[in-house]
Nanobody
Framework: QVQLVESGGGLVQAGGSLRLSCTAS????????MGWFRQAPGKERELVAALSWSGGRPHYADSVKGRFTISRDNAKNTLYLQMDSLKPEDTAVYYC????????????????????WGQGTQVTVSS
């Protein structure tokens, strides 16, 4: 079993920053493709950012490109999502997800391509 745990969410004002972290037990994250998703009330879960297993092919949703950065610290076995210039529309529960290991160097865009999920962390951005 894989346990993914997100942390770092909270309440910030528009224009502020947060850094989300995702740690895992039972797996070494450096060999897996990874993703960050979010889900706002009444909306479908959507991809925010994704990373290939090598870390060389990041992908960002158009709505966050230029503001968010996905990264991985192999020494700490931790995935991060740095969120800058936050907007009220970024308010959602954010989830990290574990994808396929060592399969080419692809990023994955759909939730059904991921095999493990964290419990989520709430991000709220006030006007």
């Amino acid at each position: 079993q894989v346990q993914l745990v997100e942390s770092g969410g909270g309440l910030v004002q528009a224009g502020g920053s947060l850094r989300l972290s995702c740690t895992a037990s039972g797996r070494t994250l450096s060999i897996y493709a990874m993703g960050w998703f979010r889900q706002a009330p009444g909306k479908e879960r959507e991809l925010v950012a994704a990373l290939s297993w090598s870390g060389g092919r990041p992908h960002y949703a158009d709505s966050v490109k230029g503001r968010f950065t996905i990264s991985r610290d192999n020494a700490k076995n931790t995935l991060y999502l740095q969120m800058d210039s936050l907007k009220p529309e970024d308010t959602a529960v954010y989830y990290c997800a574990l994808g396929p290991p060592r399969l080419g160097d692809s990023v994955y865009y759909h939730s059904n391509e991921y095999v493990s999920w964290g419990q989520g962390t709430q991000v709220t951005v006030s006007s």
